[in-house]
Antibody
């Protein structure tokens, strides 16, 4: 069974930093991408960043470039998001997902999310 | 950046009826890499369709997707009570991998 579990959310002041973690297990893709997607309270989904499992490809949405850094530890199947210079508009549930292809079928597994609140 | 516009914003239907949800892209979606998700309150999104028309594993065949280029449709053939939720489309072909704003499917 695939499990994806996020941690590290919490309350932080504007301008502060927070590091999110995601532990994924139970999948056997040879190639996969890990993503961060966020959802502000009562709003829609926003893709934030992703990384290919070997670290060769990293992409960000413009609104977080220069402030957020995505990284991964292949040995631990773990994903991280270092968030600096946080703003009120970064307040959201942050979801981790794992996307891979097996036998020409796309699979995307999601965690239950971790809440980040940026407020003074 | 590709902008995805979903319509309608809210769709009110009864169980047993057919639902048609639209997703229009501001420019052609590379390789028809268009996905649909279902999200229920307090839950993570669930992948329904990928490649515009391929059903994800475990998704009932009352769900179907169609379209190419800039116009895509998710059809739910006969609504079950558990289908009432918010639905999102996503372009996963070109970064940033934007989502549409969502369509809320509610019980009439």
């Amino acid at each position: 069974e695939v499990q994806v579990v996020e941690s590290g959310g919490g309350l932080v002041q504007p301008g502060g930093s927070l590091r999110l973690s995601c532990a994924a297990s139970g999948f056997t893709f040879s190639t996969y991408w890990m993503n961060w997607v966020r959802q502000a309270p009562g709003k829609g989904l926003e893709w934030v960043a992703n990384i290919k499992q070997d670290g060769s490809e990293i992409k960000y949405v413009d609104s977080v470039k220069g402030r957020f850094t995505i990284s991964s530890d292949n040995a631990k199947n773990s994903l991280y998001l270092q968030m600096n210079s946080l703003r009120a508009e970064d307040t959201a549930i942050y979801y981790c997902s794992v996307a891979g292809v097996s036998s020409s079928t796309l699979y995307i597994y999601w965690g239950q999310g971790t809440l980040v609140t940026v407020s003074s | 950046e590709i902008v995805l516009t979903q319509s309608p914003g809210t769709l009110s239907l009864s169980p047993g009826e057919r639902a048609t949800l639209s997703c229009r892209a501001s420019q052609s979606v590379t390789g028809n890499y268009l996905a649909w998700y279902q999200q229920k309150p307090g839950q993570a999104p669930r992948l329904l369709m990928y490649g515009a028309s391929s059903r994800a594993t475990g998704i009932p065949d009352r769900f179907s997707g169609s379209g190419s280029g800039t116009d895509f449709t998710l059809t739910i053939g006969r609504l079950e009570p558990e289908d009432f939720a918010v639905y999102y489309c996503q372009d996963y072909g070109t970064s940033p991998y934007t989502f549409g704003q969502g369509t809320k499917l509610e019980i009439k």
